[in-house]
C-alpha cells in the first residue's frame, strides 16, 4: 500500500513538472515568434534538447549575433536531425560558421545548400583584385553611443542616425535593448559627432524610427517607422515597418504621412532618395519579392504622388536579404546583402548604372565588410568619404571612412575607329576614355591603323567617345565585371554630318558646310531680315540635334565697292548672323564668325564693272563650315 502511494506520489510530481516545463516551453514558443530572441534563448537553454528547441535556440542566438552558441547549437541540431531540416537552418549555420571566419566548414555547409561547390577562399582572393576600392575605416567618436547606426547626410556637415541610447523608451523584446530614436548633429572637422540631439515628438514616438533620407532643399525628409501591433505571418507575429514622410516647415518637422504603398501585411523600409528626387529607393518583404527583403525604387511625382513599385529584379536581388539601398549623387546603388557572395552576414555590394539598368553587383571588399553585418553605407562620390554600420564589435556601431582605388591590378579595353558606312578608317580621330562622373582619363589621337589601347580597372563604369571634324562623336558606355573578364573590344562606328543630313555637304576645297537658302541683307545693312531668320532657324535646329557640331559663320562681298568697307561690312554681318543663333539658344561657344570681303569669290567676278548683277550675285552669301 506504502508502495502504490508512493509511486502515485512520484507520478503526480512528475506530471507536475511536465506541465510546468510545457508552460515554460509554451511561454518560450510565444516569446519566439514575436521575435523576443534574448528572452526566449533563456528558457530554451534551460529545456530538453529536442528538434524544435534546438532549432529555436539556435536561431534565437543567430538573429542576436551571438555567433558562437549559435554554431554549438546548429552542429548539435545538424548531428541529430539533419535529414529532417529546413534548408533554410542550413543557410543560417553557414552564416554563423562564416560570422567566425570558418570558411571551410561554411562552404561545406553552403555547398550543399546551393547544390554547387562554394569556395570562399577563392573568392575573397579573387575579390580582393577586382574590387574598386580600398577603404580606411576608424570608429566615429559619438558620446554615450548605444547601437547606433544608419547615418545619413542632413546637409552641408550634419548627419541623422538612429540609436537606442534613450533608456526612457521602452525596451525592444528582440535583443533587451531600448526602442530606436532618430537623431541629429553636426560634424566635426576630426570626424567627432557633435551637439547630438533628437527629433521632436512629430517624428520620435514610442516605437521604433530610423533610417532617414532627405531632399537636396533639405524640407522633405523620409524616414522608417515600426508599427505598435504585431500581425501574424506564417506562423509569426511581427510588426512590421513603414516609410513616413515629413516636412519641414516654419523651423519644425511637420506634417508627418505614411506613404501610400505601405502596408500591414509587410514591411518597406531604409528609403533613400535620388539626387533629383525624383526616385525612392527602398527595401521591402512585399508580394513579388524574390526572397526575405529586396530592393526597389518609386516614382516620386512632382504633384507629390507616386507610382508603382518596381522590382530591381534578379541582378540585385537574390532570394535571401537586400537591405539598406543608397543612390549616389552619381546613380550608383550600394545596398547590403546576404545573399550575394560575400564575407558572412550583409555585406556592402554596389552596383553601376549602365546603359539605364543596373550591372551585376560587386562587393566592396574585405576593408569595409567583416565576416559580421556591414550596412546603412553612404558616401559621397567626389571626395571619397562616407560613413558605414556595422555589428562586428558585438553591438551596432558608426564608422567613417576614406577610400581611393585599387591599384592591385589593371585591364584593357582596345578597338577601331571607322566609318559606320563605308566601313573605311578613321585615322587622325580623337578617342577619349571618361568615368563615371564624366572626368577625362585618357585620350589619344589614332594612327593610321585608327587603333586605340586603354588601361582600365576592374569593377569600374567607364565611357569610350570618338570624336572627329564633321562627325558625329559616339559615346559608348561600358563596366567592367567582378569576374576580370574586361578584355573589352570596342569598335567605335562614327557617322558623318554629311551622311547623317541632306543639307551638309562637303566642297571642291573639302570642307563641309551646310547648305542653307540664300540669307539676304537689305542695302548697306548688317541687320537680320525676317526672311533670313526663317532659313536661319534651320542651322538652329540643326545644331540643337547636334550638341557637339561647332561651325564658322562666314560672310562675303562681291568686288563692288571699296576693298576696306566691304570687308567691314562682312564682318558686320557675319557677327549680326552669329547673334541671331546665339538669341535662338545656341551657345556662343560653339560659333566663329568671320568676314571675308571679297576675297573669295566663287567666279571670275574679281573687280567692278566686268560682270552682270546676276554674276556679281553669286559672291554676295554666308556660308556655314562645320569646325567640329
Same mark, same amino acid.
Given at each position: ?13 512528475? @506530471? ?15 516569446? &519566439? ?9 533563456? =528558457? ?22 551571438? =555567433?558562437?552558441?549559435?554554431? =554549438? +547549437? ?33 562552404? %561545406? ?47 552641408? #556637415? ?84 513603414? =516609410? ?12 508627418? !504621412? ?6 500591414? !501585411? ?15 529607393? &527602398? ?5 513579388? +519579392? ?9 516614382? %516620386? ?42 564575407? $558572412? ?16 553587383? %560587386? ?21 571619397? !568619404? ?35 558606312? @563605308? ?7 580623337l578617342v577619349t576614355l571618361l568615368d563615371e562622373t564624366g572626368r577625362v582619363l585618357q585620350d589619344s589621337i589614332v594612327g593610321e591603323k585608327a587603333n586605340y589601347l586603354f588601361k582600365i580597372e576592374p569593377n569600374k563604369k567607364y565611357t569610350i567617345r570618338g570624336t572627329r571634324k564633321a562627325y558625329i562623336p559616339q559615346d559608348v558606355d561600358f563596366s567592367t565585371d567582378s569576374e576580370g573578364k574586361i578584355n573589352h573590344n570596342i569598335y567605335l562606328s562614327l557617322e558623318s554630318f554629311a551622311d547623317a543630313e541632306e543639307r551638309v555637304k562637303e566642297n571642291e576645297k573639302g570642307n563641309v558646310q551646310v547648305e542653307?537658302?540664300?540669307?539676304? &541683307? ?72 568671320? $568676314?571675308? $570681303? ?20 553669286? #559672291? ?9
Amino acid at each position: 500500500m506504502k508502495k502504490h502511494i508512493y509511486i502515485l506520489a512520484s507520478l503526480l510530481l512528475v @506530471s507536475g513538472i511536465t506541465l510546468a516545463q510545457k508552460g515554460n516551453l509554451k511561454r518560450a514558443n510565444k516569446l &519566439f515568434e514575436m521575435k523576443a530572441y534574448a528572452e526566449a534563448a533563456e =528558457i530554451y537553454e534551460t529545456k530538453d534538447r529536442s528538434k524544435t528547441v534546438l532549432q529555436n535556440l539556435a536561431d534565437s542566438y543567430y538573429y542576436n549575433a551571438n =555567433i558562437e552558441k549559435a554554431i =554549438i +547549437t546548429y552542429k548539435e541540431l545538424f548531428s541529430a536531425y539533419a535529414d529532417s531540416l529546413d534548408t533554410d537552418l542550413r543557410f543560417r549555420y553557414a552564416q554563423a560558421l562564416m560570422g567566425d571566419k570558418n570558411y571551410k566548414e561554411a562552404d %561545406v555547409q553552403l555547398s550543399k545548400y546551393y547544390g554547387e561547390i562554394i569556395d570562399t577562399e577563392s573568392f575573397i582572393e579573387l575579390n580582393g583584385k577586382t574590387t574598386p576600392h580600398v577603404f580606411n575605416l576608424s570608429v566615429l567618436d559619438n558620446a554615450n553611443s548605444s547601437s547606433d547606426f544608419g547615418l545619413s547626410f542632413y546637409g552641408e #556637415n550634419k548627419v541623422t542616425f538612429a540609436s537606442a541610447r534613450n533608456n526612457e523608451n521602452p525596451t525592444y523584446s528582440w535583443n533587451n535593448l531600448p526602442y530606436l530614436d532618430l537623431y541629429k548633429a553636426t560634424l566635426a572637422s576630426d570626424g567627432k559627432i557633435e551637439n547630438i540631439t533628437p527629433f521632436s515628438d512629430e517624428v520620435n514616438t514610442d516605437s521604433h524610427e530610423s533610417n532617414a533620407t532627405f531632399s537636396k532643399d533639405g524640407k522633405t525628409m523620409y524616414f522608417n517607422r515600426t508599427n505598435k501591433s504585431r500581425i501574424k505571418s506564417d506562423g509569426e507575429r511581427i510588426a512590421h515597418v513603414k =516609410i513616413f514622410k515629413a516636412q519641414y516647415v516654419d523651423g519644425k518637422w511637420t506634417n508627418v !504621412k505614411a506613404l501610400p504603398f505601405n502596408s500591414n !501585411k509587410y514591411s518597406t523600409e531604409h528609403p533613400s532618395l535620388s539626387k533629383d528626387g525624383k526616385t525612392l529607393y &527602398f527595401a521591402s518583404d512585399m508580394p513579388g +519579392t524574390l526572397g526575405g527583403f529586396d530592393i526597389y525604387k518609386v516614382a %516620386v511625382n512632382d504633384d507629390g504622388t507616386f507610382g508603382e513599385p518596381e522590382n530591381l529584379g534578379d541582378k540585385i536581388n537574390t532570394p535571401h536579404r537586400e537591405q539598406f539601398p543608397y543612390i549616389s549623387d552619381l546613380d550608383v546603388l550600394y545596398f547590403s546583402s546576404i545573399g550575394h557572395q560575400g564575407y $558572412g552576414g550583409l555585406d556592402v555590394f554596389r552596383s553601376n548604372r549602365v546603359n539605364n539598368t543596373f550591372d551585376n553587383p %560587386v562587393n566592396l571588399g574585405s576593408s569595409i565588410n567583416s565576416s559580421l553585418d556591414d550596412f546603412a553605407y553612404v558616401v559621397k562620390e567626389n571626395n571619397n !568619404k562616407g560613413y558605414i554600420s556595422s555589428n562586428r564589435t558585438g553591438h551596432d556601431r558608426l564608422y567613417g571612412f576614406s577610400r581611393e582605388e585599387n591599384i592591385l591590378t589593371k585591364y584593357l579595353v582596345d578597338g577601331l575607329v571607322q566609318d559606320k558606312n @563605308s566601313k573605311a578608317l578613321l585615322p587622325n580621330s580623337l578617342v577619349t576614355l571618361l568615368d563615371e562622373t564624366g572626368r577625362v582619363l585618357q585620350d589619344s589621337i589614332v594612327g593610321e591603323k585608327a587603333n586605340y589601347l586603354f588601361k582600365i580597372e576592374p569593377n569600374k563604369k567607364y565611357t569610350i567617345r570618338g570624336t572627329r571634324k564633321a562627325y558625329i562623336p559616339q559615346d559608348v558606355d561600358f563596366s567592367t565585371d567582378s569576374e576580370g573578364k574586361i578584355n573589352h573590344n570596342i569598335y567605335l562606328s562614327l557617322e558623318s554630318f554629311a551622311d547623317a543630313e541632306e543639307r551638309v555637304k562637303e566642297n571642291e576645297k573639302g570642307n563641309v558646310q551646310v547648305e542653307l537658302d540664300k540669307i539676304y &541683307f537689305d542695302f548697306d545693312k548688317s541687320k537680320i531680315r525676317e526672311d533670313a531668320a526663317i532659313t536661319l532657324n534651320v542651322l538652329v535646329d540643326l545644331m540643337k540635334k547636334y550638341p557637339s557640331m561647332e561651325v564658322e559663320v562666314s560672310a562675303h562681298t562681291d568686288a563692288r565697292g571699296k576693298d576696306q568697307y566691304n570687308l567691314e561690312l562682312s564682318k558686320h554681318r557675319a557677327a549680326s548672323t552669329l547673334e541671331y543663333l546665339v538669341s535662338q539658344g545656341i551657345d556662343r561657344s560653339r560659333l566663329r564668325s568671320i $568676314g571675308y $570681303g571679297e576675297t573669295q569669290p566663287l567666279n571670275e567676278c574679281t573687280k567692278p564693272g566686268i560682270c552682270t548683277k546676276e554674276e556679281y550675285e553669286i #559672291n554676295r552669301r554666308c556660308e556655314f563650315t562645320i569646325l567640329n
